[in-house]
C-alpha cells in the first residue's frame, strides 16, 4: 500500500539555523499538508498547498516557514531561523478524496 | 472556536470494549475521522464518518455520531494489547483536520 514517507526522522540542530523538513507525498496525490505535534499538544495545522501554491496557512505559518515542491515529488518545509519553541513532531499529510494520509513524522530538536 | 475535546486516559482490560468520546464545535463539518498513534509513530487513519451518517462499522470499529450535541464515540469491540495507543478524533474545516488533544488507551491484559 503506498505510504506518505518523511526524511529526515530526527533532526537535531541549534538555534537559528535553517532547517529543511522532505516528505514524498502518495504519487496521485494532489493536496499536501504541513501539521505540527509540540510534545504533550495536540496536531496543530501548518498550511496546506494545491496546484504548487499555499491554499492555506494558519497563524503558526510565520515568514520564517516556507514550503515548496522544487522537483515534482518531494515537498519541503523550510524553517529559516529554528527557535527553541519550533522543537515538535512535523507530519506530512497527502489528501485523496477525503481522506488524508500522514507520514511517520520527523522530530525536530532545537538546542 | 476551533476546539475538539477528548478526555485524556482511558483504561480497559483486555477482551473488554473501548468508547472513546469527542466533542467538536463546528456543526458544519462536513466529516470527522479517527485516527490512532502508537508510540513514536505517525497518525494511522482508522476510520471516518460523513455527518449525514449516524453509524459506521468497520470490523471491530464501530463510530457513533450525534449530530445535535456534536458528539463522536470510537467503540472498539473484543480490545487487544495492540489498541494501546493514542487516539485522536479529527474535524473537518475547509481543507484542514483539527484535531482533538487525543486519549490515551491502555489495555491491561
Known amino acids: 500500500e503506498p505510504e506518505v514517507t518523511q526524511t529526515p526522522s530526527h533532526q537535531v540542530t541549534q538555534m537559528g539555523q535553517e532547517v529543511i523538513l522532505r516528505c514524498v507525498p502518495i504519487?496521485?496525490?494532489?493536496?499536501f499538508y504541513w501539521y505540527r505535534q509540540i510534545l504533550g499538544q495536540k496536531v496543530e495545522f501548518l498550511v496546506s498547498?494545491?496546484?504548487?501554491?499555499?491554499?492555506?496557512k494558519s497563524e503558526i505559518f510565520d515568514d520564517q516557514f516556507s514550503v515548496e515542491r522544487p522537483d515534482g515529488s518531494n515537498f519541503t518545509l523550510k524553517i529559516r531561523s529554528t527557535k527553541l519553541e519550533d522543537s515538535a513532531m512535523y507530519f506530512c499529510?497527502?489528501?485523496?478524496?477525503?481522506?488524508?494520509?500522514f507520514g511517520p513524522g520527523t522530530r525536530l530538536l532545537v538546542l | 472556536g476551533e476546539d475538539v475535546e477528548q478526555s485524556l486516559f482511558l483504561s480497559v482490560r483486555e477482551g473488554d470494549s473501548s468508547v472513546i468520546n469527542c466533542t467538536y464545535t463546528?456543526?458544519?463539518?462536513?466529516?470527522l475521522y479517527w485516527y490512532k498513534q502508537e508510540p513514536g509513530a505517525g497518525l494511522q487513519l482508522l476510520t471516518y464518518i460523513f455527518s449525514n451518517m449516524d453509524m459506521k462499522q468497520d470490523q471491530r470499529l464501530t463510530v457513533l455520531l450525534n449530530k445535535k450535541d456534536k458528539h463522536l464515540s470510537l467503540r472498539i469491540a473484543d480490545t487487544q494489547t495492540g489498541d494501546s495507543a493514542i487516539y485522536f478524533c479529527?474535524?473537518?474545516?475547509?481543507?484542514?483536520?483539527?484535531f482533538g488533544q487525543g486519549t490515551e488507551l491502555s489495555v491491561k491484559p
Open positions: 479529527a474535524e473537518k474545516k475547509g481543507g484542514k483536520l483539527i
Open positions: 463546528d456543526s458544519s463539518s462536513t466529516y
Open positions: 499529510a497527502t489528501r485523496s478524496e477525503e481522506t488524508q494520509y
Open positions: 498547498f494545491y496546484n504548487n501554491e499555499i491554499s492555506e
Open positions: 504519487s496521485n496525490h494532489l493536496y
